[in-house]
DNA sequence: AAACAATAGTCAAAGATGGTCAGAGAGGTG
DNA sequence: CACCTCTCTGACCATCTTTGACTATTGTTT
């Protein structure tokens, strides 16, 4: 525990203990701590991914920042881990329709959601040859798997 | 938030709460804040667009000023069939958010739907060449003011 | 009508941040 | 020592903001 990384993420983590969200600017933690911006950039990969239960954004150009936030892990974590090795990049409109109903039933997505994202996932609102479709629509549905982790 | 259009933005908007329209004088609004009078034009055209639901008007000359007005549309299948027509077929990530955010306020949307839904239309979300992807952004965005009337 | 004054608009360059990535460095293990 | 993994660094990139020179429009005076 002497390596900057470490420190930096305890530094963070001590200030998330108390307020619910953090926002930084890059320049002052990296000057604070002595290194390159872009340390800061490793830091927050290599320690606040949404694994490990923290959601980032940030804002580049004048007035930018980082914001770190730290997320509740649910035991769902796993299924939605799982759903997502089982559409893998392939998947079929009743496939999808089914994911959702099972997402329903966990009571991870309420109704209204479902029907959106159907509405987003059938034939006619993917224009494009039917190979790609089911790419595209496994990686639509990917990035829902993913986002549900941090709704 | 301390760059001056962030400061700008609040100051207009705050006066915007009680009074339904405001109406400025650039060069007044630039010398109290203390910047370039085209600083205030980069406010307007990044803080108060359509897809933000605001509305300027402005006349040049003597006795010139810049008028902004939040739109209001009563009824939400007309707000929606409005903003499916600003949409067209082209839409950039920042404009959809936009939308997004003002479906979220006129109460057509959960902030947690939003979500799920600006996730999808994220460049990330859309694998292909940036013009498509917008024409595809655009096209999502549609389903998606489609199916908010059936919900 | 022409000239002048008073506004606002446009646009490109400079400034201010944060992001990415490949390679160097450090520490541990067989 | 050879090799692997994790850290650290810096050059280059992307995005948002700020500024100012130049332009366009409208009102007022001559």
């Known amino acids: 525990m002497q390596n900057i990384t470490d420190i ?4 963070l983590k001590q200030i998330l203990h108390d307020e619910k969200k953090i926002e930084i600017k890059r320049q002052e933690i990296a000057e604070r701590f002595d290194c390159v911006p872009s340390q800061i950039n490793y830091v927050i990969n290599t320690r606040f991914t949404i694994e490990k239960g923290y959601f980032v954004e940030s804002k580049r ?5 980082i914001r770190i936030q730290k997320i509740v892990i649910l035991d769902s974590h796993d299924l939605l881990d799982e759903m997502s090795r089982w559409v893998g990049n392939d998947l079929t409109e009743q496939a999808a329709e089914d994911y959702l ?4 039933n966990e009571q991870l997505l309420t109704r209204r959601e ?3 994202i159907q509405s987003l996932l059938q034939k006619e609102s993917l224009p494009m040859a039917l190979e790609d479709q089911r790419r595209m629509r496994a990686h639509l549905m990917q990035t829902v798997l993913q986002t549900i982790k941090r709704l």
């Open 101 to 104: 109903v099972r997402l329903i």
């Open 61 to 65: 150009g004048g007035g930018g920042y």
């Open 114 to 116: 479902a029907i959106l």
């Open 8 to 11: 930096i993420e305890a530094y």
